[in-house]
């Protein structure tokens, strides 16, 4: 299969999923901030830290990041699929993201995941701070080049 047919294919088994995941009414699925995957967020001067603990089997599905960014694995196992294939992490390790990027997280273990994002306006509203940084879906990604470019 060809790569660009593999990527297409990746997004949208990744969107037909988080849809269905958004939609559920289930109290297994969190959406966001919550008790089962708690997030810290940390300022400093020109940068925003977003720490996220994953229970072992978690699974998420993160946003469309806009931008480079670095990622940590402070602890744990997790597997992370992206349109690329599927890698084993251990941490503590890290890894530089390009922009385009959205990543299916599986806990392995009880895992410490932290990004890191620059912040040069010092945004501390997270709303804001995501909508910024993130993406919930490609098209929107695709869109949000054109007009950067």
């Not at 790569?3 to 999923?17: G, M, Y």
């Not at 995941?21 to 810290?40: R, T, V, Y």
């Amino acid at each position: 299969m060809n790569n660009a047919l593999a990527k297409k294919e990746f997004i949208n088994k990744v969107e037909d999923l988080q849809e269905s995941m958004l939609n559920s009414k289930s109290e297994l699925i969190a959406k966001g901030n919550s008790d089962m995957f708690p997030l810290k967020h940390t300022f400093a001067e020109g940068i925003y830290v977003r720490e996220m603990f994953m229970q072992a089997g978690g699974l998420v599905i993160g946003k469309v990041h806009k931008n480079d960014h670095i990622w940590f694995l402070l602890s744990g196992e997790l597997e992370i699929a992206t349109e690329n294939g599927a890698e084993l992490f251990i941490g503590p390790c890290y890894v530089k993201s390009p922009a385009g990027t959205k990543r299916v997280l599986h806990a392995i273990t009880d895992s410490v995941f932290v990004n890191v994002f620059p912040n040069p306006n010092n945004i501390t509203d997270i709303e804001e701070l995501e909508n910024n940084l993130t993406c919930t879906y490609y098209s929107n990604y695709e869109k949000y080049k054109l007009l950067n470019k």
